[in-house]
């Protein structure tokens, strides 16, 4: 009795386990569709990307153009990277800044930001969150940091 138990516990551990791969690709898949849009929005009329950062997004220490250089580059790369799942925990941590800056510049110039924002405002919280889980959790198998760092680290052999 107790062997059928313990594999009954093991088969749902196992699922867990094959739930857990997929959760995390999912996750950074949705977050990158997010940040690759919002790169392709910014990248495909630049020179309204640059007005915004101008006038609304004034990213404290950075001038407007390369605060939007950065912020642009930072989403088409990042997104590429949870994509692909390589340097997975960089790249959320980079998006994760970007959110941050994204909301505090807000916040400077728009005194009542959360309430203009709305549920975008609310979202970006979700961003943070999920990318915070991919930060400390990482990527996941289904990811080439899983595949590289099982194919070359000396961790355990």
């Given at each position: ?99 941050f800056m994204a909301a505090i510049s807000y916040h400077l110039d728009v005194p009542d930001a959360a ?43």
């Open positions: 009795m107790y062997s059928r138990f313990s594999s009954g516990i093991n088969a749902i551990v196992n699922g867990a386990n094959a739930l857990s791969s997929l959760l995390d690709l999912f996750i950074r898949l949705w977050m990158a569709n997010i940040f690759w849009s919002s790169g392709l929005v910014k990248i495909g009329n630049f020179d309204k990307t640059l007005d915004i950062f101008t006038t609304v997004f004034k990213v404290p220490l950075f001038n407007p153009t390369l605060a939007a250089v950065l912020a642009t580059g930072t989403e088409l790369i990042g997104a590429v990277l949870l994509v692909l799942g390589l340097a997975t925990r960089f790249a959320s941590a980079s998006l994760i800044f970007l959110t309430s203009t924002w709305g549920e975008g405002y609310l979202s970006h919280i979700y961003f943070g969150i999920l990318l915070t889980v991919l930060m400390l959790h990482g990527p996941g198998k289904l990811s080439l940091d899983h595949y590289l760092w099982r194919r070359y680290s000396t961790h355990g052999n």
